[in-house]
């Protein structure tokens, strides 16, 4: 069942949270709210469950946020108090990530704005080629299990190896995802 959350963020997470929300308006054709931008995200950084929770978390919080050149929406003050819609299993997510958070940075506490943030980036590592690369240079490629399938003995011998070609397999990936919305987008324009 899902309630409403409240939580004070900074303008850069809202910001990161508006790309996310109209880069998945535009994989599913449809409207996203701010609430299913959030759930979406955190069914994308599943990823991080195939790790060492610390050591994952920690490589998320030491990249920078994206810094999103080409993606300049206005975004309002008013943007930082997110009122959203999310379901329990985020709920419990977010308050296991405030819980654990400190103890891994070093930290006394952190807000749930920052626990937001992380699990945001999490989420744009896997759909970002580009910043996806940041987290598989630090050994944690974001392609999951059925990608490990492929890999052959060899390159298990071979840790760089095997870290190479996960990374080739996340790029071809997402070179694949993004000719497939190509592809949607054009039928979307002759019908």
């Known amino acids: 069942m899902a309630s409403y959350y409240q939580a004070r963020i900074s303008l850069e997470t809202a910001r990161l949270l508006e790309k996310m929300r109209l880069d998945?308006?535009?994989?599913?054709?449809?409207?996203?709210t701010k609430g299913n931008c959030l759930n979406r995200a955190?069914?994308?950084?599943?990823?991080?469950?195939?790790?060492?929770?610390d050591e994952v978390w920690?490589?998320?919080?030491?990249?920078?946020?994206?810094?999103l050149e080409d993606f300049n929406p206005e975004i309002k003050p008013s943007a930082k108090i997110l009122k959203i819609k999310i379901n329990n299993d985020i709920k419990a997510a977010i308050e296991e990530l405030r819980k654990e958070l400190p103890g891994?940075?070093?930290?006394?506490?952190?807000?749930v704005g920052v626990c937001i943030r992380e699990l945001l980036k999490a989420a744009y590592l896997k759909d970002d080629k580009y910043y996806g690369a940041?987290?598989?240079?630090?050994?944690?490629?974001?392609?999951?299990?059925?990608?490990?399938?492929i890999i052959t003995e060899e390159a298990d011998e071979d840790p760089n190896q095997k870290v190479r070609m996960l990374a080739l397999i996340d790029v071809?990936?997402?070179?694949?995802?993004a000719l497939f919305d190509n592809l949607r987008d054009e039928l979307n324009r002759h019908i």
């Open 104 to 111: 891994i940075l070093g930290a006394n506490y952190v807000t």
């Open 134 to 149: 940041k987290i598989t240079d630090k050994g944690f490629p974001t392609s999951g299990p059925e990608t490990e399938t």
């Open 24 to 32: 998945y308006e535009k994989k599913i054709g449809g409207n996203v």
């Open 42 to 53: 955190f069914k994308d950084a599943k990823w991080t469950k195939e790790y060492d929770y």
């Open 172 to 177: 071809t990936q997402a070179q694949i995802n």
């Open 58 to 67: 920690e490589a998320i919080h030491e990249i920078p946020m994206p810094t």
